[in-house]
């Protein structure tokens, strides 16, 4: 790999596909129960046994998907090849699940079980070689940061899109509708973004390295102890910012009494992550990738533990809060896949080890947001909120939406403290054959 800083026209090229994977992802989670519940009739809890089946066949599929793309990485076209095998499958299955024909429940049933299917096995067949590649593109420990903050800015952006365009689209008309115009829209997006990123991104030597079976490519990253610190961190940071983004649209209706302001509480968070994406570049250089995210560990605590003081018609001061704590998130997404290109370096010598490494980092991310969701709801429900109530919703869901993060945040803040990824900074020794940075 190369040491020389990207260009930026290479850099933004790179990036480019971000911002359509992140417009495929917010509809899929959002606005497919609704979709195939409310409009298209199937019962609601046939439509939440399919996406839980279809998202545990997804996190399940990643390592071995990264094992597959390790092996893609040492041939002709290497992990682009991989990407644009994955395209066909994310757009047709994209279009699938919004432009339904009509059938009969049980059909239907079967329809959106399908498409989620091939939703989820194209975005991760992408993705997973689209970071691996982000982290080949440069062995310098800053440029690594400089290229995950791009891919970040884009994601963010895409994440605006899709929230903003299903309305727009829609005119006025049922929301299926928009969901029909962005399904379409999309997939020209998805071409601009991948032709962008394959033609416009220099390419990274090819490693010459022999095939790895799966269980070594399942073992190789776990006996890391890197990147066993690096997840148990990401693990306990992760769940501390997915229970709020779980929990934001309850806290906005009950503690705030201001569910007419989501959109602009949402805006504020993307937009002041994607502006503060320069900002923990910058920081990185200064503190280094750990202390960067030490700092923005605590920007999130503080936002978070003034959320917890707020109650009704307090919409400034929350406002206040989604672009303190949106300027923290950025952090999560520019500096820990960083962090992760770095640790890889122990194994990227003797083997192309990226697709391994981020195979598991997505199966991660996933178990994050289905821990979030499977402790903060059951929790609150136990302590007997129930939405639209706002009647208690101070106790217990002002609780359960800033003061736990908080205390999960500070656990992290101690795991990030005490780990030593930092090291790899200035102990060439610790990775033979790995060269400083």
Not at 202 to 231: E, I, K
Not at 263 to 273: C, K, T
Not at 284 to 292: E, I, N
């Amino acid at each position: 790999m190369s040491a020389v800083a990207l260009s930026r026209a290479g850099l933004w090229s790179y990036a480019a596909l971000a911002l359509p994977l992140a417009m495929a992802a917010l509809p899929v989670y959002v606005h497919v129960p609704k979709l195939y519940a409310d409009d298209l009739g199937l019962s609601l809890g046939l439509v939440g046994g399919i996406l839980l089946a279809a998202r545990l066949l997804d996190a399940v599929q990643d390592p071995l998907l990264g094992w597959w793309s390790d092996r893609a990485a040492g041939t002709g076209g290497g992990r682009q090849r991989f990407v644009v095998a994955a395209l066909p499958l994310l757009g047709l299955g994209v279009l699938g699940l919004f432009n339904p024909p009509v059938l009969g429940a049980g059909a239907l049933a079967v329809w959106l079980a399908g498409c989620l299917v091939v939703v989820y096995l194209g975005f991760s067949m992408a993705s997973i070689s689209y970071y691996a590649l982000g982290a080949e593109l440069s062995a310098d420990y800053h440029e690594r940061t400089r290229v995950t903050a791009a891919r970040g800015s884009l994601a963010v952006a895409g994440v605006l899109v899709a929230a903003a365009l299903p309305a727009l689209l829609a005119g006025g008309q049922p929301e299926a509708a928009g969901l029909r115009g962005f399904s379409l829209l999309f997939v020209p997006v998805l071409l601009v973004g991948a032709g962008l990123m394959l033609f416009g991104t220099p390419r990274p030597p090819q490693a010459a390295a022999a095939p790895v079976g799966l269980r070594d490519s399942l073992a190789g990253p776990l006996a890391n102890g890197g990147f066993r610190w690096l997840v148990a961190v990401f693990v306990v940071s992760g769940v501390a910012s997915a229970i709020p983004a779980t929990l934001i649209l309850f806290y906005v209706q009950d503690v705030l009494g201001r569910s007419d302001l989501n959109g602009v509480f949402l805006g504020l968070y993307f937009l002041f992550g994607a502006a503060g994406m320069p900002l923990w570049v910058a920081a990185a250089r200064r503190l280094g990738k750990k202390g960067a995210w030490l700092a923005s560990m605590a920007m999130s605590i503080v936002a978070f533990a003034s959320a917890f003081a707020l109650g009704p018609g307090d919409a400034v001061a929350f406002g206040l809060v989604c672009a303190l704590s949106g300027i923290a998130y950025g952090a999560e997404l520019a500096l820990p896949a960083s962090i992760l290109a770095d640790v890889a370096d122990r194994d990227r010598a003797a083997a192309p080890p990226d697709g391994a490494y981020f195979g598991l980092w997505q199966f991660t991310e996933k178990l994050n947001l289905a821990l979030a969701a499977g402790l903060a709801l059951p929790v609150l429900g136990a302590l007997g909120y129930q939405p639209g109530s706002p009647q208690g919703a101070m106790g217990t869901l002002s609780f359960m939406y800033a003061a736990a993060p908080c205390a999960l945040k500070l656990v992290a803040v101690g795991l990030l403290w005490a780990a030593p990824i930092e090291r790899l900074r200035w102990q060439p020794n610790v990775y033979p054959g790995v060269s400083s940075p």
